[in-house]
């Protein structure tokens, strides 16, 4: 069992930036393929990124891309989300999730997931 917790999140104006982290417990985190998820109310959990077991591989949604970046440090047991040139549409719920069963892009491959951030980008 893994157990994540997000932090980073908060309120920024348009073109800023947040990096956001997300923490796991454990002594198997460098096994788990890790993704980043978000949420607005009314909406389905939508793909942000992934990355792979050794962060090798990285994986986004066209809406990020370019403007997110994943990383990890296996070391330290922990996935960021660097979030650059912010826009208001980029407001929801952060959350991070570990170990997917096949498809990365796809919430319900996986098995474990943090509470969740809220980043709110203002206007």
């Known amino acids: 069992q893994v157990q994540l917790v997000e932090s980073g999140g908060g309120l920024v104006q348009a073109g800023g930036s947040l990096r956001l982290s997300c923490a796991a417990s454990?002594?198997?985190?460098?096994?788990?393929?890790m993704g980043w998820f978000r949420q607005t109310p009314g909406k389905e959990r939508e793909f942000v990124g992934a990355?792979?077991?050794?962060?090798?591989?990285?994986y986004y949604a066209d809406s990020v891309k370019g403007r997110f970046t994943i990383s990890r440090d296996n070391a330290k047991n922990t996935v960021y989300l660097q979030m650059n040139s912010l826009k208001p549409e980029d407001t929801a719920v952060y959350y991070c999730?570990?170990?997917?069963?096949?498809?990365?892009?796809?919430?319900?491959?996986?098995?474990?997931w943090g509470q969740g951030t809220q980043v709110t980008v203002s206007s």
């Open positions: 999730a570990a170990d997917p069963a096949s498809r990365w892009n796809i919430p319900n491959e996986y098995n474990h």
């Open positions: 990355i792979s077991r050794s962060g090798g591989s990285t």
């Open positions: 454990g002594r198997t985190f460098s096994s788990y393929v």
